[in-house]
Structures are given as structure tokens and as C-alpha cells.
């Protein structure tokens, strides 16, 4: 670790690329490092409780499944992108002044930790979680609107519904990306095909959706792991699961538009080495819900005046596990005593254990016969 002095200033930021689902606006950091997400006063609120829970707080469980939470971001402009056309290029945020008020889904930012950082090729894969898809105080109209795509979707059979993923091949920079619309147009029998999409082994042909794919490597590239690397990935996510499903079990809440977030590395070498490096089980300390208070320069630049010390410290560029697992998008939960678990949720959560072990156990069949 680094003692040189630091920037007070935060680094350059830019449109986050390997955003598959959710809503627009996010960015990252240039280094990636850092996600910077527009967020309402609810998902603020979430996030702040979860890092104020006591150990023996069952809330204080969903630290190890949710990004780390660094603070909140208040802007008094937009941020401008660091690759747009007449940016100064000095490394630094830049705030766009802006005409009229900033809405406060826009004027507040949620710093979190990159669930994809470290990773060379990250697939990525956003499971929308629950059957109900409306919030309690939603418009009459809304409501009716979200329990109609309910029932024309996976999500009110199943509790999940794939918005949208992608995947890579070893041997192309660029990902294969499969839009939302995938996962809006096909049916609870139709899952499985999904999630061979989202898991492909690299000695099989690539399925074809119903719907096109939004990229011109399909035709060019031949994405998946080989067997044994897939099938250690997909040991460890059924496990991840198995073990969220006993957490949220125990969280009285309702969760609106959350989802599961599961990463895990498409280049062969360096799932290779991860692979075989096992992985220590990361200690969770208790995070402060540091605000971040920001000041405008002459410049137009954002200086810092209090951020948490683990947000700005210098280190070793880390090495991503073999996969990971998250639960995300928290604008529309409720945490409510009395409550009970999401029943929802958590039926969207057995139906992730279940195509998961399917997918395993397919691909258990392509392994060497030891002996």
C-alpha cells in the first residue's frame, strides 16, 4: 500500500459499459473501481441502515451480499463524461452546470464498490427477483400495468425474469451482449435456455435466442469456459444462493425491483488461476454511512472535503474471484418489522437453485471419468 499523497479531487468518470439491466445513468470510475448510481432518498435509506446494523442485527447479514457502500455523492450539477467531445482530459470530475433544479434522483449518487472490478472479462448476468412488481404507494394504472407484465413474463411464475446479460469468448475483446427484450419474450420452459445462453462451455455450439443478439461478434466468436471451470463456477453460485435463500429467509423486507446480480470470468487464464488459488473468506467490517461533502472550485471541479479512508486508498489492482454474487437495486425495498421474508423473493431465489444445479449437472456429464 501507498503512503503518497493523494488528489482531493475524485478521478474521471464515464458511462458504465458493462451496465446490462437496471436503469440508465450509472457510472464508474475510469479504473472502474467505483460505481457512482443516481439513487432516491429509499435506496439511500437501505443502504445506510445495512451499514449502521449491529452484528447481531439480522440485517447486518446482508453486508456480505450487497456492493460495499463508500457514501453518498451530492452533486450540485451533472457529472460529465470523461470521453465526451471537449473535456479538459485532467483526470478530474467535472460537474456541467445545468438550467433549473436537479432532481434528487439525479442530484444524489450512491458511491459503491464495482461487483465486476478485477475482472478481465466479466460476464455478467442481472436476474430481476419477485412476483409482485409494484411498490405499495404505485399508481392504480402502474400497478395494473406491472401485474399484467407479471403474468406475461417468468416473474409471476417464477420470481425471476433475465434482463439482460452478456458473455465473452476467450479469444475476443468484446462481449456477446443478449438485450432485455430476451428475457421479456420467453417463458418459465425457456429459462434453462437462458441460463445455457449465460453459461456456455466452450466445446458447444453458442444457442441462438428467439430474438436477435445485439452484437456482431456472435457470428465471430465462440464464448464459455471449458468444462471443469464452469463447472466449479456454477458449484460455487448454487452454493451462494443456497446460503443468501437462509438470509433472507431471516430479513423482514419487501423487495420491489431488486435484483441478483452474478458475475464470474470469462478469460480462461485468469479463471484458471483463480481456479486454483483458493479464496479466503473476506471479513466484513462494520462501514460507517459517511456522507461525502463536496465543494465546487473555480474549475468546476469536485473537491472533496470527508471521505471514508477505505475510499481512498491506494492499492494492488486485486485479482477478482472466480465468480461473485449480489443482491442490487434497492430503490423500492421496505424494510418492515413484522413483516416476514419476501415470499416472492425468495421463490425467485429457489428458482435460480434450481436452473443453476440443472446446468451444473449437465455439465458434471462432460467431465472426465477419474479412473
Known sequence: MSNSPLSSTLAATRPFAAQVGGHAGVHATEDNSLLFKPAVPREIDFYQRIAAAGDHDELSKLKDWIPKFLGVLKLEGQLKDSNAVGNGGDGNVEVVPVHGNIAPEDKEHLVLENAAYGFVKPCILDVKLGTVLYDDDASPEKQERMIKTAHNTTSGETGVRLT???VYSNDSPKPILTPKSYGRSI???QL???I???????SAPYPTPPNPIETSELDLSKPGLPPILLHCVLTT???DLEELKATISNIEMRMVGGSVLIVYEGDWERASKAFS???ETATTEEDEDDEIEVEIDENGQIVLESIPDEAI?????????LCSLSLIDFAHTRLIDGAGPDEGVL?????????VRQRKDKIAAMLPIDG
Open 196 to 202: 445455457e445462453m449465460f453459461f456456455p462451455v466452450s
Open 164 to 166: 439482460g446479460f452478456q
Open 277 to 279: 488459488t483458493p479464496s
Open 192 to 194: 434453462p435456455d437462458g
Open 313 to 321: 486508498e491506494e492499492e494492488e489492482e486485486p485479482e477478482a474471484p
Open 347 to 355: 421463490k425467485g431465489i429457489q428458482t435460480m437453485i434450481d436452473l
Open 187 to 189: 417463458k418459465k420452459e
Open 237 to 239: 453460485l448454487q452454493a
